[in-house]
């Protein structure tokens, strides 16, 4: 399949997207910029339309999507209640980096809740994806727009090396900001539980849901014949091809572990304190307590690794406060769980 490639600088970018949403609108998959990462997007009414979104990603059928709205009023007829708590959710991270999960009505399909009775919903702030929702004038399924397990999609050119030739069109836009994907909360469960931590971080979320649980596989294994409280946890995800260790250690003791020949490290994902005390190759994720920036270039160091044919890497354990929590989870997946205690 030809895969169009549509310049979208900005939101001003009227004509390509009016391009994005006449493809939406007949039935097709465009890829579009989000605050986060890239979203694979089509429209979220279609079972069948939605089926391609799963086949083009080489995604398991019951990995639920999540659907994304211009404004919190267009939810109402695609959930059968949201409760004072989710209310108040949406209020304050809406738009944003924020995913409520809620009971959903008929108008989703079984296709994008991956046979659940429940639908994510996420309003993003991204101005050129909020543009391509209101032309369409549909709400878009829209998972990350990269191909199944390998790290999500932060620039159009990740979108293209994983996509092109599979998909309809892809937008070409800036970088994404936040660069790790939304917090996924679920209000189907009293008290609310999150289930991703992401670009809203457990400790904002406190601030208007004290009860909040954090779910046990946000960074631990889920044991075998467990059941996943959503369905993304149980996949592999975010996997470079190189073996990845994650190492967890204070001060030097990081990288007196990665300099040592036995461990057969050829590169190691780390911090900027760590740089002048590193003897093999560094790629640095930001300041050990800037989480912010560890979160944006988080995917793109993930895919650096597959560029330099790495074979096996070491990644500094992050701290799990702020948004460190989110990088802590999508590297510790990356990692397979496997991590050294020092
Ligand atoms: O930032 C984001 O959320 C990005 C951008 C494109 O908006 N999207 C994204 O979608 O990350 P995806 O499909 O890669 O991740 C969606 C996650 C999965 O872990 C999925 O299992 C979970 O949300 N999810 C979706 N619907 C759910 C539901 N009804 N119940 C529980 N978990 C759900
Ligand atoms: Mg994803």
């Not at 391609?52 to 209640?81: C, F, M, Q, W």
């Not at 960074?219 to 149980?234: R, V």
């Not at 073996?243 to 994902?269: H, R």
């Amino acid at each position: 399949m030809e895969t169009l490639l549509l310049s979208v600088p900005n939101e001003n970018s009227k004509e390509n997207i009016k391009k994005a949403a006449e493809i939406l609108k007949s039935g097709g998959l465009v890829a579009i910029p989000t605050e986060t990462v890239y979203g694979l997007a089509a429209s979220a009414f279609s079972g069948e339309t939605v089926k391609k979104i799963y086949s083009a990603k080489g995604r398991p059928s019951d990995n639920p999507l999540i659907v994304h709205i211009a404004e919190k009023n267009e939810i109402y007829p695609l959930v059968t209640k949201a409760s004072d708590k989710a209310e108040k959710c949406m209020d304050a991270f809406w738009p944003g980096p924020f995913t409520a999960v809620l009971k959903k009505s008929d108008k989703i399909p079984t296709e994008v809740s991956g046979g659940l009775d429940t639908v994510a919903l996420r309003c993003p702030q991204n101005k050129i994806a909020r543009a391509v929702i209101s032309a369409a004038g549909l709400p878009l399924a829209a998972p990350s727009a990269n191909s199944s397990g390998l790290p999500s999609p932060t620039t159009a050119n990740h979108v293209i090396s994983d996509l092109m030739g599979k998909i309809d069109a892809i937008l070409v836009s800036p970088d994404c900001e936040v660069g790790v994907e939304s917090t996924v909360v679920t209000f189907a469960t009293d008290p609310p539980r999150l289930l991703r931590p992401g670009g809203i971080t457990a400790e904002q979320l406190r601030e208007i849901l004290p009860d909040l649980v954090i779910d046990p596989a946000v960074t631990n294994k889920l044991e075998n014949g467990q059941k996943a409280a959503s369905p993304g946890m149980k996949y592999k995800h975010y996997s470079p091809a190189a073996e990845v260790v994650m190492v967890s250690a204070e001060g030097k003791a990081f990288a007196d572990y990665c300099n040592q020949k036995s461990n057969g490290f050829e590169v190691a994902l780390c911090f900027e304190e760590d740089l002048p005390l590193l003897k093999i190759k560094a790629l640095s994720l930001g300041g050990r307590e800037d989480y912010e920036a560890q979160a944006e270039r988080l995917f793109a160091r993930l895919r650096e690794l597959d560029d330099l044919k790495v074979k096996k890497a070491a990644v500094h354990a992050p701290n799990k406060r702020g948004m460190g929590l989110a990088v802590y989870n999508r590297l510790i997946r990356a990692a397979g769980f496997k991590v050294v205690e020092l």
